[in-house]
């Protein structure tokens, strides 16, 4: 008879990922900056309601999408992001 052996598993360490939010509007009009307030409170709400989730922040701009440079919130988010 063959000898088996079993190993059990090891368990999953419970590490909360760490989540931060990025909203964009183009305009500083009425109407984009109550989207910008709505994509705000909907991913905080979303971040903090998942239990393995530490929200880790908020970052926005009201700036044009179709340019990468002025977008100062989001090269801070990649800044903090390279760090860790």
Not at 11 to 33: M, W
Not at 53 to 78: P, T
Request: include cysteine; hydrophobic fraction near 35%.
């Amino acid at each position: 008879m063959k000898n088996v052996r079993i190993i059990p598993a090891k368990p999953k360490e419970n590490k909360k990922l760490r989540v931060a939010t990025y909203c964009r509007v183009s305009t500083f009009g009425p109407e984009q900056l109550r989207s910008l307030e709505i994509q705000i409170n909907a991913y905080k709400k979303m971040i903090k309601g998942h239990p393995n989730w530490l929200f880790a922040g908020v970052f926005y701009d009201i700036e044009s999408g179709l340019r990468r440079s002025g977008r100062k919130s989001l090269d801070k988010l990649l800044r903090k992001v390279v760090k860790r």
